[in-house]
């Protein structure tokens, strides 16, 4: 599977922005989907997954109840919907695709996209 990442930019602190992991090849169905982000000096870290198939959703302590990740399956795209958002979110955003346990390890995807960068302004 091959995955693109898109919608990042520049927004001011309590803003929001939509950020689109679109799959090729197979459908993203078959795997967990992932967004990671990396900020400059820093370990990539995990930010939220979906488990498309039985329908559950997995945040970082750090994004919860300000982010929401889902999936079309039409549109083999998954979203990462940010509200919210604070200067600490600026980082570039990375998707990826891997198996069901373990989603939360950036070493243990098998697929990744490039990167989209986010910078949220104070």
Partial sequence: VQLQASGGGLVQAGGSLRLACAASGRSFIRYVIAWFRQAPGKERE????INYNVDSSYYADSVKGRFTISGNSAENTVYLQMNSLKPEDTAAYYCA???????????????WGKGTQVTVSS
């Fill in 97 to 111: 695709a891997g198996g069901s346990l373990s989603y939360s390890d950036p070493d243990r995807m098998a697929y």
């Fill in 46 to 49: 995990f930010v939220a997954a």
